[in-house]
């Protein structure tokens, strides 16, 4: 187990791109229960496959478990478990000496750039990029589970 | 993935006891998802976790995905974010060359005893044991599941 302490923002300058390294990753993802108090995520990589249990938010802190499986399981568990999945690209920048991981939404949430720096701790200090937007780690509608349900392009 | 076919049967004859292995397990189960169409189980044994998800049953059969996760992560999992947790002694009893696992509930579920075989395949066959009862494979209150939420002192 693990305590998952991270901050999240909107992206909305482009800057970011001419930073990010060239490689990305494409992740699709869905939830077996998207209640925000016991998340069951299930994701899918070129590579790989992850399931993450993650308890309940307090602030940037939450408790995750998370779990490598067999990358054809966690496809067969999104295409016959999950009712909505979750398209993404994830790149990742660096800045000040600490990664940022900037996610571009695809299908239903197209149009949603989200960047987030994971933390050691609630008080670690970061800089902020000047491609950095507003910060929206605690508002529930933009929790990839909630994406999940109603996305971006519904709002 | 698997595709877990296992046929269900309550015990009401106090035989199976002297056929039984010594050795027993004592096993702890909750649920972060008990939605039958997509159970997250979580399990405890003395010695090792388990993170278990399962798809909609057809008849006997259903898909079932297992993995084994350290103990210590099952058991917090349990106590964080399990509501209700069924708690059994499982023994083994073999007959006909098969094994058929028994449960002894305990806790709110006390008085319910149940043996479960499991199959290659549907059409296998098998001896059922003289201190047999009823069949009970397709009835949804004997779930595991939905003894979590309603167990069986409360029938």
Same mark, same amino acid.
């Given at each position: 187990m693990g305590v998952e302490i991270e901050r999240k923002f909107l992206v909305d300058d482009a800057r970011w791109w001419q930073l990010a390294a060239n490689e990305f990753s494409y992740l699709r993802q869905g939830y077996i229960s998207a209640d925000p108090k016991r998340i069951v995520r299930v994701r899918a990589t070129e590579k790989e496959g992850f399931l993450t249990i993650k308890g309940i938010s307090t602030g940037a802190a939450r408790a995750e478990f998370e779990y490598t499986i067999p990358r054809e399981d966690a496809e067969t568990l999104l295409d016959t478990l999950c009712d909505n999945i979750i398209a993404k690209r994830r790149y990742l920048v660096e800045h000040a000496r600490q990664t940022w991981e900037v996610d571009v939404f695809l299908g239903d949430n197209e149009g949603l750039i989200v960047a987030e720096i994971e933390l050691d701790d609630e008080n670690e200090q970061f800089e902020l990029p000047g491609w950095i937007g507003r &910060?929206?780690?605690?508002? &529930?509608?933009?929790y990839n589970a909630s994406l999940s349900r109603r996305p971006f392009k519904s709002w």
């Open positions: &910060e929206v780690t605690e508002e &529930e509608k933009y």
